[in-house]
């Protein structure tokens, strides 16, 4: 026998998991709506390791129900009703058994979906999401307090229907506007005429003969159908755009796209196309970059100078590839050595003959892309290349 208390503190457990799952949920759908559109900082706090890695597991189909409407958005209103529940239980005495009822079939329907999505995660994606884990554990430990609540079987008692049809209201309504909220996070994308029209002038450019930039300064596997060539600059506020954009790429094709980094700085001390310098410590940043390829510590730093794009001044990247391990001798030495002077020049020349005019401009498999054109462009002009390469003898 549980005192009147004991059973109310249950409710009130119940409700804190609720507001707890809601929470995770809420970031979850954000992350996901920032990953779509590439607005995502490089790496969240729940990236830890290769094994740990939400941006992945945002960018994989299995992160939305349907097409823009994430997982995590139905999610919160899953938990949006458990906490509904949890207040009706805790306060009205007489809707107390049907509550409980109610909750144990909304926390066990609850743990079988998230146990399908667990298992999509170890035995699918082979990939981990600290967010996801944790709204597994809340929906876990909600079914577990249910289950202390000792709740009648369904077939022990007759239900009571008008109540069971003010619970199935009161789902609709938390479900569908938790999602529909919810939704408003989404930044926007662009109609699918407009995408079309782009993707149609993408590929129907000319296809440019690229060389093989440096090993050092690459993301993604060598054997990638898709080849992704980046010409930037760590000053310009449109390439960090580009550089978050292409990360969110490289979470959602990890196996099939492969990215070459090369420099194109907008000042004359290094580039002698530009007539001024637009941006004083782009050059730097540039031989900063390359020679921190050489010691394997490329990415660590392209994304540290794009993170603190608005901090830099000379000599800051020097300091912060050092603060990531790269080490200051050698770095010194590289950044004096002739071969790093004419890994630069040999971006730069390129980029002329190419036809760069500015930053950031791509080219992928060979089609100039200019400026950071929106994901789902991206991801369009991606799919069409590889059906192509599919039907291609």
Excluded at 30 to 54: D, L, P, W, Y
Excluded at 163 to 192: H, P, R, Y
Aim: aromatic share 10%; proline share 5%; glycine share 8%.
């Amino acid at each position: 026998f549980m005192s009147a208390r004991s059973v109310q503190l249950r409710f009130w457990l119940i409700a804190a998991l609720g507001i707890a799952g809601f929470s995770f949920s809420v970031a979850l759908t954000q992350h996901f709506f920032e990953i779509r559109s590439g607005t995502a900082a490089f790496s969240s706090f729940c990236n830890v390791g290769e094994k740990m890695n939400c941006d992945v597991i945002a960018a994989s189909s299995y992160a939305q129900v349907l097409p823009g409407f994430p997982l995590a958005s139905f999610a919160a209103g899953w938990f949006l009703f458990l906490i509904v529940l949890a207040l009706v239980g805790g306060t009205q005495v007489f809707w107390r058994i049907e509550t409980v009822r109610a909750l144990f079939v909304w926390t066990v329907s609850g743990l079988l979906v998230s146990l399908g999505y667990f298992g999509i995660m170890a035995g699918v994606i082979g990939i981990w999401c600290l967010y996801c884990l944790a709204i597994d554990g809340t929906i876990l430990a909600a079914l577990l307090v249910t289950l202390s609540l000792r709740p009648q079987g369904l077939k022990g008692r007759p239900l009571e229907r008008p109540k069971w049809k003010t619970f199935m209201t009161a789902c609709g309504v938390c479900v569908i506007g938790s999602v529909l909220l919810l939704k408003l996070m989404d930044s926007g994308d662009l109609d699918a005429q407009t995408r079309d029209e782009y993707v149609q002038t993408i590929l129907s450019s000319p296809v440019l003969p690229v060389p093989k930039g440096n090993a050092a300064l690459t993301m993604g596997p060598e054997n990638a159908p898709i080849t992704l060539v980046e010409f930037s600059d760590f000053q310009c506020p449109f390439c960090k755009g580009g550089a978050l954009i292409v990360n969110s790429l490289l979470n959602r094709y990890p196996k099939i796209l492969r990215v070459e980094f090369r420099n194109y700085p907008l000042d004359a001390s290094c580039n002698p196309s530009m007539k001024g310098s637009l941006h004083q410590v782009a050059c730097e940043a540039a031989r900063v970059t390359f020679c921190a390829g050489q010691q394997g510590k490329f990415k660590q730093v392209y994304e540290l100078l794009f993170d603190g794009q608005e901090k830099l001044r000379p000599g800051l990247p020097v300091k912060w590839a050092v603060d990531v391990g790269v080490d200051g001798a050698q770095l010194e030495t590289c950044l004096a050595s002739e071969v790093t002077r004419d890994a630069i020049r040999s971006d730069i020349e390129l980029a002329d003959r190419l036809g760069v005019k500015s930053t950031p401009t791509f080219f992928i498999n060979g089609h100039i892309v200019q400026g950071a054109v929106p994901v789902s462009v991206w991801s369009a002009v991606i799919e069409r290349l590889l059906k192509e390469r599919a039907g291609s003898p």
